[in-house]
Structures are given as C-alpha cells and as structure tokens.
C-alpha cells in the first residue's frame, strides 16, 4: 500500500478499540529481563518494527527466548551483566529505544559488538550518551559519521562512575543509564547538567524499576542508583499503548463520538496519559470505566483552541496539531524543539503538512502556532515516520481529499493501525 485515502465521516465514532502493547514499555522489559538473573516472562508485549528489532538483537546477543505474537508473549532466561556472546552484530533499525538502552547495554559489557542501524537512525542524536559512556571507559569507533551510528563499542568491564548528563535532546540517554547501572559493583550517581531534569519517560523507567525491586533515587539534580542491586521482573504485564489510543480518542473528538480504548486505565504510567487532559481543555468528557478510558467528544466536534507546553508528552504534538484546524480559536503548542530530532524533523513536518492543506501554521522558536480554517485536500508526506503518517489520518476523517503516502511507515510501532481503523469505521457505517 502506498497510499491511504482517508474516508471522511459525517456521523459521531463510536466503539470500543483495541490498541497494541506500549513500546516504551516492552522495550524496557526486554532490557530488563536481559540484565535480570532470572526467568521472565512479559505479556501484552508489542511486535512492531521497533520490538522487533530490539528481540532481534538480544538474539543475536545469545539470548534465548520463546516468543508468541499470537499471544503478545516473551520468555526470556536474563543473565545479569554477562552478555551469552561476548562478540556480535547487531542492527537496532530505527528504534531510538534500541539504540540507546542497548549501546549503554554493551558498553559496560565485557564484549566486543558492532551496532548497525537505517538511516534514518543514524541522523538521531547519540553523542551524549558516546560522551559519559567513553568517561567511564567504553571504547567507541565511528563506522561513518562521529557522535552518531553505526559503531563498534568495546566495553568497559561494568565500570562505573559518577557522571553529568545533558537530556535535553533525548531523555533516553538517561533511562539507558539508570537501567544498566543498578546491577554494576558502585551504581553510579548521575548529575543533570540540562534545564530539563526529568520527564514522562524517566517516569516510566524509575516505576519500572521501582517494581522490580531496584532503588533510584532523585534529589532534583542529582539520580543516585545504588550498585549490587538485584532485577526481578517475574511474569509482568504491558500496559497498552496510550500514545496509540491517542488516535483513536482524537477520532472522538474531531466527531463529536464516543470512544473507549480497552484497559487503558487513569493507573497507567505512560506520560501520554497528558492528552486527555488537553482534550478535557478543548471541550472533551473523559472518564474511566471498567471497560477502559472513555473519551466523549464535544457536541458536533467543536473544539477549543488551546495554549500547551507539552514538552513532556511531545509524542501526542502532531495530534494536536491534527485536531487545530477544526478548533474555535487558535492553537499554541509549546516547548517542543527537540522534535526535531526525532524519526523526522517532526517540527517542520507540521507545518509544511498544513500549510499543503491550506491551513496557516509557523514555529515560533521552539512552538507552534496553528490558526484553524478550512482544510483543502493534499496528499501528506509521512518523512517515514510512524507518527505523522497515523496523526494526519485525523484530517481526512473532517475533511475530502486527503491521502496518506507511505501508511506503512506505521509498522515501526502500530503496524495494524490501518486495519483496525478501517475494521472501526466500517462498524459505524
């Protein structure tokens, strides 16, 4: 399929959807249950392009694992700081978590291992975790470009030692070292030098851990992880993909519907849980029932225009920025430049995708500006990034004409998306 055309709705949505597994989440666990000494056994896990790779790798690592799809299932035996293969290939293909959580992974390993990854991977920002990990005596060489992937890393041995750490661009960087680090002899004492200090994601990392009995602890500079600690993750559920129930509540919102996104709970962990409230601001009911978050759109899909810093749940910008143009106001979405660094410079993919569509939208530094008005048909570049390609969906559901090129590219995290909201609105015709 290379093109998408969206079909526009004229009634309320409504229904109950099925979203995949977190990717957040499953690729933590699998890092976790790697570095635990133990059998895990994780369900609700995502398969994706991304959860793939990652299992690809702890393959190819040594790791023997029994993988389900069909039951959304991995047993895995961990093997604490000892990699099986002390040397190896991997390739981590686009997915950041990979990148990340298993370079620091091998870096305090006592192997030898080459990391390959697409292209698109290796324009994404690396350098700062290279920088701390070669102070503590990983040895990295840059296979193309300096500061990015492809490399080959030797490891340090589990050396560790206190470090600082700028996360302004990724805060990954940061969640690879605090799950790596627990189970070395010293743990380690991580300073954060950046304005930004913590964040959705380092959340999700800290509960994680908390729940596998490790000890982070956080003074609002500083993260102190204590060393000689001990992983247990057992059998452990994966919460649903709150980002990609995003969509979908998006759809209730633009239609004036009802949408219930199933065991997506006000318990989860997941920094996305922060849309709904945005939704709550442009006009928007949401309630949790026992069935999973239920999202009412306001009457006729007349929605507020809004002013968010969303920093923090920046995964969920270009949803909004999908829902503006149908607002009574205009729309400030704020503190998001280092979306620019991610799968696509997701900034400028804002605004040349509306302005296409005839909707005038600019950055202001590190905002958005977005002024609703009548949206004109356009094809919509995807840049290949699983985000643009399912949130601009929502402007054909308003609006005739528009198509989306390259809907594949949504395999990297959703890699049904297409399917199911096909299968969701055949049920409300």
């Not at 099925?18 to 249950?33: E, I």
Request: proline share 3%.
């Amino acid at each position: 399929m290379t093109k998408y055309t969206v079909k526009k709705v004229n009634t309320p949505l409504k229904g109950t959807v099925v979203v995949p597994g977190s990717k957040s989440m499953t690729n933590r666990a699998l890092l976790l249950a790697a570095l635990s000494e133990e059998e895990s056994y994780l369900k609700g896990v995502l398969f994706s392009d991304d959860s793939r790779h990652f299992l690809d790798c702890l393959v190819k690592l040594g790791y023997d694992l029994e993988v389900n799809e069909k039951e959304k299932t991995v047993r895995m035996q961990g093997h604490g700081r000892k990699i099986p293969n002390t040397r190896g290939t991997i390739d981590v293909g686009s997915a950041g978590t990979a990148a990340r959580f298993i370079t620091a992974f091998l870096a305090l390993s006592d192997g030898e291992y080459e990391i390959q990854c697409s292209a698109q991977m290796e324009k994404r920002p690396m350098a700062e975790l290279f920088h701390v990990l070669t102070k503590m005596g990983a040895k990295f060489t840059y296979l193309k470009q300096e500061g990015f992937l492809p490399v080959r890393v030797k490891g340090n041995g589990g050396h560790c030692e206190d470090i600082q750490m700028d996360i302004s661009k990724s805060t990954q960087f940061l969640s690879a070292m605090l799950m790596v680090t627990p189970i070395t002899e010293s743990g380690i004492r991580i300073s954060i030098t950046s304005e930004k200090k913590e964040g959705s994601y380092i959340t999700i990392t800290k509960k994680m851990l908390e729940g596998f009995g490790v000890q982070v602890e956080f003074d609002g500079r500083d993260y102190l992880v204590p060393g000689k600690q001990k992983i247990h993750v057992g059998e452990y559920y994966i919460e649903p993909d709150v980002s990609a129930a995003c969509y979908f509540y998006g759809m209730a919102a633009l239609t004036g519907g009802q949408v219930i996104v199933e065991n997506v709970h006000k318990t989860s962990m997941q920094g996305d849980m922060k849309f709904l409230e945005v939704l709550s601001q442009m006009g928007c009911q949401v309630a949790d029932t026992e069935e999973g978050i239920c999202v009412t759109g306001a009457a006729k899909g007349k929605l507020k225009g809004v002013d968010i810093n969303m920093n923090d749940f920046s995964d969920q910008a270009l949803t909004l920025a999908a829902l503006a143009p149908f607002a009574e106001g205009d729309t400030y979405i704020r503190n998001i430049g280092h979306i620019r660094g991610q799968e696509c410079n997701r900034m400028a993919a804002i605004v040349n995708e509306l302005n296409k569509c005839g909707i005038f939208c600019e950055e202001i530094g590190d905002d958005i500006h977005i002024v609703p008005g009548e949206v004109q048909p356009a094809t919509i570049s995807t840049y290949d990034d699983h985000r643009v390609a399912m949130a601009f969906t929502l402007l054909g559901l308003r609006s005739d004409g528009i198509e989306i090129s390259d809907p594949l590219c949504c395999r990297k995290t959703f890699e049904d998306y297409f399917t199911v909201l096909d299968s969701f609105l055949e049920e409300n015709r």
